[in-house]
């Protein structure tokens, strides 16, 4: 069989975390593409040099030539500016737009079958603009931001409790940002409610610290944002893609009607399987999760209306 193309375009740090990530997980060969002479071509030849100690057979190309993600299965899209101290995913909005347009004209030459992940801030207007310029099925166009937040909260909320993260269930949906909704009613340990779990005040506190944990990693990392586990969130979309798994996970999927949302964005729950978004799952939210799940669509609304 032959093994999938996996095109990365931006080698920044989740860039070269998701090329070892697809290596180690052993998802397909991997081209790094970047517009910095040196940098993909750098940390490709690194990685080949990793992939004999732990006995990896994937090739990692890197390149500054856009035409080199000819015919990849999977783009994920990292490419852009990261945030940094003091700035909000929005202000990003503009600078990241034109750069987001450019790479959506070259997956749309050289990769017009592949699915497409977007990475790049602000998350839910890029993945938006990316669907827009590129023309394809919306179902092949999706933004990583609700595995991310959800992992964010199981992570604390796991934390709290002192168990296993495999034993916390949890949704974040809506805008990926500083409005995202920790979805309290579909919490649960092992089955467990949480609020049966976690003291009022306590859950409030985690569910806020979730909703800033990116601000809290750029604030403490001060040259940068996160890398880690934003590129493993998106590994996780790639291998529900390429095998076909069928995984119910949260991400920013083009809603038409579902939530009360038609034509925008947003983190919903959906289905990915060897389809791309195969479908968006509707839950029923309690009533502060709607008029919070709609505050976080209307600042959607607001950074989209800015492209």
């Known amino acids: 069989m032959k093994r999938k193309k996996i095109a990365l375009i931006g080698a920044g740090q989740i860039g070269g975390t998701l090329a070892l990530l697809c290596g180690m997980r052993n998802l397909g060969d991997v081209v790094l593409y ?62 990241n737009a034109d750069i987001v347009r450019k790479v959506a004209a070259g997956i749309k030459q050289h990769a017009p079958n592949a699915f497409v992940i977007v ?64 979805v309290r009613s579909f919490t649960t340990v092992q089955g467990i409610p949480v609020e049966k779990m976690i003291a009022e005040d306590t859950l409030t506190a985690i569910e806020d610290r979730t909703r800033g944990s990116g601000g809290e990693v750029v604030g403490l990392l001060k040259t940068g944002s996160a890398f880690y586990s934003p590129a493993a969130a998106a590994i996780q979309m790639v291998e529900s893609y390429i095998f076909d798994k069928k995984m119910l996970l949260a991400a920013a999927a083009l809603c038409k009607g ?23 799952i509707e839950i029923e939210l309690n009533e502060n999760e709607k008029k919070d799940l709609q505050k976080s669509i209307d600042a959607v609304k607001s950074v989209v209306e800015i492209l």
């Open 258 to 280: 579902e939530y009360g949302v038609d034509g925008l964005y947003i983190g919903v729950p959906v289905i990915i399987g060897a389809s791309g978004v195969e479908r968006v």
């Open 34 to 95: 970047d517009i910095v002479d040196g940098m993909p071509q750098g940390k490709a030849l690194d990685l080949c040099h990793l992939a004999p100690v732990f006995g990896l057979d994937f090739s990692v190309k890197g390149s500054n030539d856009i035409s080199d993600i000819k015919d990849a299965d999977v783009c994920v899209v990292t490419s852009g500016i990261p945030r940094k101290p003091g700035m909000s995913r929005d202000d990003l909005v503009k600078t």
């Open 119 to 182: 990475i790049t801030n602000p998350l839910d207007a890029m993945v938006y603009l990316m669907q827009k310029e590129t023309g394809f099925d919306p179902a092949r166009v999706v933004g990583m931001a609700g595995v991310l937040d959800s992992a964010r909260f199981r992570a604390h909320l796991a934390e709290e409790l002192d168990v296993s993260v495999n034993s916390v269930s949890a949704f974040v949906l809506g805008g990926h940002g500083d409005t995202m909704v920790p």
